[in-house]
């Protein structure tokens, strides 16, 4: 009888808290008539098999079984959530399941946090803020590491290695980055920064604004009497190919001789960026990659309508990778472009990228990538043509004239 009365109370108990009921243990709270409770029994019964149908007919309906190992995953999850003692965030404790899960798979498979991470604003190409970016000096200062050029923060003269020491009256001394850039969302119009240069303050206006990320850049290099055009692009993002085909467009129209694509430090991107810029070199005859999946592969090829006729010259690096070797390879492979510098990373995998219900991220590697010709590069990377170290004078003060790497590659097109 005793067991009967406990899983009763039990039942009332767990209804309750999905009613924001208070229930006493030994007994039903007195301003519950006998109806009530009778009523609250009832209805904890019909709520048990209404959802035991719908579980029963779902799992029917897909004609799965769940499997051990996830059943076993949620009995724990469940009893976490009952046993501990001390209230839980259920939504950060999945995101640390879901961490967990993706640490034991490959290296690039990873949890990347919030969509305003640095990784998530630099594949978008866009993001609202400042146009700063921030970290915190072992003194625990704000110190600005990068200003984005046509920005808020770069038309008030905003340099990088200013010290933000205040935001309106807001003391930003030994502030972390996230409290600092949660301070910055929440501001509305105009608002106070004050930086400290060379041991002098300033207070300037800055606003919140949509930031473009210019991911490439180009110049003319003339050299004897040869007009040499440079692109240098450090990310495949969104809005990388638009920025890439009005660069070279410009160059193109200043009758460039010969094309220099300079990749060192570009650690990928987008995919669907690497092949729109592919193709703006080569035409639809000419294969540039291949997906493999687990059950399949497909070879791509440009979207092009018409192959250059002009010399090119890739500079790569241990830090060009993925769809900096996608661009590499095919153009190499396809075009007869040279590659100039040291072997790239060598990474051969395609991730996707998921958000959360809580806007939180992953990436998941879903496939692998080949060369047009079907060569495997990952963990292999792409041995350059002409393999040139860097001297120790560039690295100190790094300017076009010092750089062995690109006076190579120009050497390549003027020959």
Same mark, same amino acid.
Not at 105 to 127: M, P, Q, R
Not at 326 to 354: I, M, P, R, W
């Given at each position: 009888?005793?067991?009967?009365?406990?899983?009763?109370?039990?039942?009332?108990?767990?209804?309750?808290?999905?009613?924001?009921?208070?229930? %006493?243990? $030994?007994?039903?709270?007195?301003?519950?008539?006998?109806?009530?409770?009778?009523?609250?029994?009832?209805? =904890?019964?019909?709520?048990? &098999?209404?959802?035991?149908?719908?579980?029963?007919?779902?799992?029917?309906?897909?004609?799965?079984?769940?499997?051990?190992?996830?059943?076993?995953?949620?009995?724990?999850?469940?009893?976490?959530?009952?046993?501990?003692?001390?209230?839980?965030?259920?939504?950060? &404790?999945?995101?640390?399941?879901?961490?967990?899960?993706?640490?034991?798979?490959?290296? %690039?498979?990873?949890?990347?946090?919030? /969509?305003?991470?640095?990784?998530?604003?630099?594949?978008?190409?866009?993001?609202? *803020?400042?146009?700063?970016?921030?970290?915190?000096?072992?003194?625990?200062?704000?110190?600005?590491?990068?200003?984005?050029? %046509?920005?808020? =923060?770069?038309?008030?003269?905003?340099?990088? *290695?200013?010290?933000?020491?205040?935001?309106?009256?807001?003391?930003?001394?030994?502030?972390?980055?996230?409290?600092?850039?949660?301070?910055?969302?929440?501001?509305?119009?105009?608002?106070?920064?004050?930086?400290?240069?060379?041991?002098?303050?300033?207070?300037?206006?800055?606003?919140?604004?949509?930031?473009?990320?210019?991911?490439?850049?180009?110049?003319?290099?003339?050299?004897?009497?040869?007009?040499?055009?440079?692109? $240098?692009?450090?990310?495949?993002?969104?809005?990388?190919?638009?920025?890439?085909?009005?660069?070279?467009?410009?160059?193109?129209?200043?009758?460039?001789?010969?094309?220099?694509?300079?990749?060192?430090?570009?650690?990928?991107?987008?995919? /669907?960026?690497?092949?729109?810029?592919?193709?703006?070199?080569?035409?639809?005859?000419?294969?540039?990659?291949?997906?493999?999946?687990?059950?399949?592969?497909?070879?791509?090829?440009?979207?092009?309508?018409?192959?250059?006729?002009?010399?090119?010259?890739?500079?790569?690096?241990?830090?060009?990778?993925? =769809?900096?070797?996608?661009?590499?390879?095919?153009?190499?492979?396809?075009?007869?472009?040279?590659?100039?510098?040291?072997?790239?990373?060598?990474?051969?995998?395609?991730?996707?990228?998921?958000?959360?219900?809580?806007?939180?991220?992953?990436? &998941?590697?879903?496939?692998?990538?080949?060369?047009?010709? *079907?060569?495997?590069?990952? *963990?292999?990377?792409?041995?350059?043509?002409?393999?040139?170290?860097?001297?120790?004078?560039?690295?100190?003060?790094?300017?076009?004239?010092?750089?062995?790497?690109?006076?190579?590659?120009?050497?390549?097109?003027?020959?």
């Amino acid at each position: 009888m005793k067991n009967r009365e406990q899983k009763t109370m039990d039942n009332i108990e767990k209804l309750s808290k999905s009613l924001d009921i208070k229930v %006493n243990k $030994r007994k039903v709270v007195p301003t519950f008539k006998t109806k009530e409770v009778v009523f609250l029994l009832l209805l =904890a019964t019909v709520i048990s &098999l209404v959802m035991g149908g719908i579980v029963t007919y779902n799992v029917a309906l897909k004609g799965e079984k769940v499997d051990d190992e996830l059943q076993e995953f949620i009995t724990n999850y469940d009893y976490i959530v009952d046993n501990y003692y001390k209230d839980i965030d259920k939504t950060e &404790l999945v995101d640390s399941a879901i961490a967990g899960m993706l640490s034991t798979l490959d290296k %690039n498979s990873a949890y990347v946090g919030g /969509s305003d991470t640095n990784f998530s604003i630099y594949l978008e190409g866009t993001y609202e *803020g400042t146009g700063i970016q921030v970290f915190n000096d072992d003194n625990g200062n704000i110190v600005v590491y990068t200003v984005f050029e %046509n920005s808020p =923060a770069s038309k008030v003269g905003l340099k990088s *290695g200013d010290v933000i020491v205040k935001l309106n009256e807001n003391d930003t001394t030994n502030m972390t980055i996230d409290k600092f850039s949660e301070l910055v969302k929440k501001q509305k119009g105009e608002f106070n920064i004050t930086y400290r240069r060379d041991d002098v303050e300033k207070t300037v206006k800055l606003k919140v604004d949509t930031i473009e990320i210019k991911s490439v850049a180009s110049k003319i290099i003339n050299k004897d009497n040869k007009k040499i055009g440079y692109i $240098r692009t450090s990310i495949f993002a969104n809005n990388t190919y638009e920025q890439f085909k009005e660069e070279l467009e410009k160059l193109e129209d200043e009758g460039m001789e010969g094309l220099v694509i300079d990749l060192r430090g570009n650690s990928g991107g987008h995919l /669907s960026a690497a092949e729109q810029i592919i193709s703006l070199f080569l035409d639809s005859s000419h294969p540039i990659y291949q997906i493999k999946s687990k059950d399949s592969k497909h070879i791509y090829y440009s979207i092009g309508n018409k192959t250059k006729d002009y010399k090119i010259s890739i500079l790569i690096d241990g830090n060009s990778a993925s =769809a900096s070797e996608v661009v590499t390879s095919a153009l190499a492979e396809q075009y007869g472009a040279k590659t100039v510098g040291k072997k790239s990373y060598g990474k051969g995998t395609v991730q996707e990228l998921q958000t959360l219900t809580d806007g939180d991220q992953y990436k &998941l590697t879903t496939k692998s990538w080949l060369t047009s010709k *079907g060569k495997v590069i990952d *963990g292999k990377g792409i041995d350059p043509d002409y393999d040139i170290t860097l001297s120790d004078e560039y690295l100190e003060n790094p300017t076009d004239e010092n750089d062995a790497q690109l006076q190579k590659a120009i050497e390549i097109i003027l020959k």
